[in-house]
């Protein structure tokens, strides 16, 4: 069965970077589309970015276009957010997910980590 381990979060000022990775074991993530979500005290959980399986098409939400970006490693098998350029409004537990689905809407995600905090301030 997919498991998956979220790494990288941390305190940050604003203006820095974290890259955060989401390691697979279990089985191949070759054939999932990943994303990424957070959920910040108090606010319901949230979609950032996803990749998909097939053709790497990715998506981010505006609030964070331009600033993050989504990779995967199929040989690490292993999926980064590299985040620049970091808002306190980034302040979250970062989560990653899988889906053999299309990836776009949350209740598709079946396979979740742990999370990771991230926490943006001076």
């Known amino acids: 069965q997919l498991q998956l381990v979220e790494s990288g979060g941390g305190l940050v000022q604003p203006g820095g970077s974290l890259r955060l990775s989401c390691a697979a074991s279990g089985t191949t993530l070759d054939y999932y589309t990943i994303g990424w979500f957070r959920q910040a005290p108090g606010k319901e959980r949230e979609g950032v970015s996803y990749i998909s399986s097939t053709d790497g098409t990715t998506y981010y939400r505006s609030s964070v276009r331009g600033r993050f970006t989504i990779s995967r490693d199929n040989a690490k098998n292993t999926v980064y957010l590299q985040m620049n350029s970091l808002k306190p409004e980034d302040t979250a537990v970062y989560y990653c997910?899988?889906?053999?689905?299309?990836?776009?809407?949350?209740?598709?995600?079946?396979?979740w980590g742990q999370g990771t905090q991230v926490t943006v301030s001076s």
């Open positions: 997910a899988a889906t053999t689905g299309s990836g776009t809407v949350i209740p598709e995600y079946h396979y």
